[in-house]
């Protein structure tokens, strides 16, 4: 079973800054695709974007230009740089993992997630 901690999450102004990172359990980090999921107060969860192994991706098109994910196979981290930050981009942030040999950005194909961290984007 795969065990995933994301951090980083915190509060910026609009047009800001954060990095978000997931860290996946040892030793199974090389088996899965990886994705980015938020959920914003009062709405239902989104994709964000997903990576694969060979760093293969697919981004939503709400944070296209803006983040930009990227993955350590050696340290099993996915990172989120998202620049630009938007009051709409307000959301608890999840990482996620699934078998899925190419980037996708349907939650269903997501076996395991972690627990979020909070993004809060101030106007």
């Known amino acids: 079973q795969v065990q995933l901690l994301e951090s980083g999450g915190g509060l910026v102004q609009a047009g800001g800054s954060l990095r978000l990172s997931c860290a996946a359990s040892?030793?199974?980090?090389?088996?899965?695709?990886m994705g980015w999921f938020r959920r914003a107060p009062g709405k239902t969860r989104e994709s964000v974007v997903s990576?694969?192994?060979?760093?293969?991706?697919a981004y939503a098109d709400a944070v296209k230009g803006r983040f930009t994910v990227s993955r350590d196979n050696v340290r099993e981290m996915v990172y989120l740089q998202m620049n630009s930050l938007e009051p709409e981009d307000t959301a608890a942030y999840y990482c996620?993992?699934?078998?899925?040999?190419?980037?996708?950005?349907?939650?269903?194909?997501?076996?395991?997630w972690g627990r979020g961290t909070q993004v809060s984007v101030s106007s």
């Open positions: 990576i694969t192994l060979s760093n293969s991706t």
């Open positions: 040892e030793g199974t980090f090389s088996r899965y695709t």
């Open positions: 996620a993992a699934t078998i899925s040999t190419v980037p996708t950005l349907n939650e269903r194909f997501y076996t395991y």
